[in-house]
């Protein structure tokens, strides 16, 4: 197992087995504890991965009434895992010879449970990466990766200074950028190319996308609302672009 510098002075946590699971098969991040419920779900759970085979010494198995009292909240499935590790990168890799890639950009998402479903969903989406502003934005914390169910342990995290800055050498590099915003000259989400070497910027359904940050877009996408809530979920909007991609990039 590799043993990334620990920056954090206090480890992050999550809880069940779907999450634990992930976390504990992948050698990224460095295990500090292994809380564990005797009889519980995860006690049980032998089918997938059993943390007691790999990771004795940082196991401890607790009653029932002893779990309880140290984790009185969340459905955890009788497990909960303590990691140290870099969750986040700060510099973005090049992608000069790459011939497709897919880069999504998050501004001014505060909300961590939209933070957390937007990882997850770009996971399963086959994102190349999750690019946020160090402010104008949720920071990375127990909550977001507790809602991602494991999908932060591939997403690859980036947290920029300036996201122009970035959106410049990036361009260079061959993508294109698509914001998406519900503005005049925005064009239908699915109409437009999202093959090669894309990035897509989304905002938070109050303060949408930075005009700033806007101006930087080649191309503007809006989902076009049939009933009478004038805006998705950004999270449920993200899920529709991101699949829109993906099955352009299958044909």
Not at 167 to 172: I, S, T
Request: with cysteine; hydrophobic share 35%.
């Amino acid at each position: 197992m590799t043993n990334p510098k620990i920056k954090n002075p206090t480890p992050f946590s999550i809880f069940g087995l779907n999450g634990c699971t992930e976390l504990l098969q992948s050698s990224r991040f460095k295990i500090h504890r292994i809380y564990i419920q005797e009889g519980s779900q995860a006690d049980r759970n032998r089918h997938s991965f059993d943390p007691k085979k790999q990771f004795k010494e940082q196991i401890d198995l607790l009653s029932k009434h002893q779990f309880k009292n140290k984790f009185n909240k969340g459905r955890t499935q009788g497990i909960v895992v303590e990691f140290f590790g870099n969750v986040v990168e700060q510099e973005i890799p090049n992608y000069l010879t790459k011939e497709t890639a897919c880069l999504l950009v998050l501004d001014q998402i505060e909300d961590p449970q939209n933070f957390g479903q937007i990882i997850r969903t770009a996971e399963c989406a086959g994102v190349d990466g999750i690019i946020f502003p160090k402010h104008h934005s949720a920071s990375i914390s127990n909550a977001v990766l507790q809602i991602s169910q494991g999908a932060f342990v591939h997403t690859p995290l980036y947290e920029v200074t300036n996201l122009k800055h970035e959106f410049y050498r990036l361009k260079d590099e061959g993508f294109w950028i698509v914001g998406l915003e519900n503005s005049i000259d925005a064009k239908q989400w699915h109409s437009l190319d999202y093959k090669g070497k894309i990035i897509l910027v989304v905002g938070s359904e109050g303060k949408g996308i930075r005009e700033k940050v806007l101006d930087s877009c080649d191309f503007k996408a809006t989902i076009p609302m049939q009933g009478k809530t004038n805006s998705l979920n950004v999270s449920a909007a993200v899920s529709a672009i991101l699949f829109e991609r993906l099955r352009q990039v299958s044909l």
